[in-house]
């Protein structure tokens, strides 16, 4: 493999786990496009949908355990939350990773396309009064957290995706819980998703390795100082950064589908 094209790969792991750390997502919201789009620009290398999204699910996976290391510690992460929603998120990027191998590219570039789009409108949506809740006072509504987690885990599985760009905004606003609660315990579902996304493209021969491996490189360097730098930027700063984000791959994809 070029040298050049190592060097690009790990420059795009770097910035996207940086990012995905400081956010609380497991980057392959940003990664994705990036992947796909970079290298051909350059002309340095390609890779098809299904290789990026084989990509995106190992680096997602090792991104996560950084950034939920540094959050582990501080309080923020709520257990039962955890449980319920990394649950049912696993069982359904299981589904959506193990059938994404039947999809045609322009499918899962539109499944990507979707969910960006969601994710968008969501991180606009008022959230009054969410951050002036307690930390120990939150109060979860388990079973509607469970059913957004599996659908989200279907779509998520298929992009080869964590799903915590979704789950972020849907916590949000949906379930009431406080940025930083939600960015610490995203983290720790997302690695839980990453799980089953990662199975289901393993075994349909979706993943290049040496690619993989430079990305993972670049997670694990860079995804702890992200969650560390996410620890000192004001909460309402995170979120128009990440809606920024969003909107920009959203609309970049669309572009690309239409």
Known sequence: MDISLLITLFLIGFVGSFISGMLGIGGAIINFPMLLYIPALLGVGHFSAHEVSGITAIQVFFATIGGVMVYRKGGFLNKTLIAYMGI?????????????????????????????????????????????????????????????A??????????????????????????KIPTRMTI?????????????????????????????????????????????????????????????LILATAVKTWMEIL
């Open 88 to 148: 049912s998120i696993l069982l359904g990027s299981f589904i959506g990773g193990f059938s994404s191998t039947h999809m045609p590219e322009s499918g899962i570039n539109v499944v990507y396309g979707i969910l960006a789009l969601i994710a968008v409108i969501m991180m606009f949506v008022p959230k009054k009064g969410v951050e002036d809740i307690p930390l120990d006072q939150v109060n979860l509504n388990k079973w509607l957290a469970a059913l957004f």
């Open 184 to 244: 610490a315990s995203s983290l720790a579902i997302t690695l839980i998703s990453s799980i089953g996304a990662v199975t289901g493209k393993i075994s349909t021969g979706q993943v290049p390795i040496i690619p993989s491996i430079i990305m993972v490189v670049a997670s694990l360097l860079a995804s702890p100082i992200g969650a560390n730098a996410g620890k000192r930027v004001n909460t309402k700063v995170l979120q128009v950064i990440m809606g920024v």
């Open 150 to 175: 599996f659908i989200v885990g279907i779509g998520a599985g298929i992009v080869g995706a964590g799903g915590a760009f979704l789950l972020v905004p849907i916590m949000l606003t949906v379930l």
